[in-house]
């Protein structure tokens, strides 16, 4: 997995071919990667169309998203500051 997978760790080469960059690689379930594109603008349909046709999808995935992203939200919780509170508490509550 690339780990920190969100449209700032993208770009693309002087060729025009995507890149990935700063993996905080691991190795877990795919979801996880595709729930942090999700959580920070998420990328252009043609990136999940692509990744759905190579991946496949398990049922309940949409259920599952956020509480990937709980992770991330903490993460930035402590990192950053109070403006992740809200989402963490959403979170939290839902799955509790």
Not at 59 to 83: C, V
């Given at each position: 997995m690339h780990g920190d997978l969100w449209s700032g760790n993208f770009m693309s080469d002087e060729n025009g071919q995507p890149m990935l960059i700063d993996p905080?690689?691991?190795?877990?379930?795919?979801?996880?990667?595709?729930?942090?594109?999700?959580?920070?603008?998420?990328?252009?349909?043609?990136?999940?169309?692509?990744?759905?046709?190579?991946?496949?999808?398990?049922?309940?995935?949409?259920?599952?998203?956020?509480?990937?992203?709980l992770y991330h939200l903490t993460n930035h919780l402590n990192l950053f500051g109070s403006a992740y509170l809200s989402a963490v508490v959403r979170t939290i509550e839902r799955y509790s």
């Amino acid at each position: 997995m690339h780990g920190d997978l969100w449209s700032g760790n993208f770009m693309s080469d002087e060729n025009g071919q995507p890149m990935l960059i700063d993996p905080a690689v691991y190795v877990g379930c795919n979801e996880a990667d595709i729930a942090m594109t999700e959580l920070f603008g998420g990328f252009d349909s043609r990136f999940y169309m692509a990744y759905f046709e190579a991946m496949g999808t398990v049922p309940g995935y949409e259920e599952r998203r956020d509480l990937y992203n709980l992770y991330h939200l903490t993460n930035h919780l402590n990192l950053f500051g109070s403006a992740y509170l809200s989402a963490v508490v959403r979170t939290i509550e839902r799955y509790s």
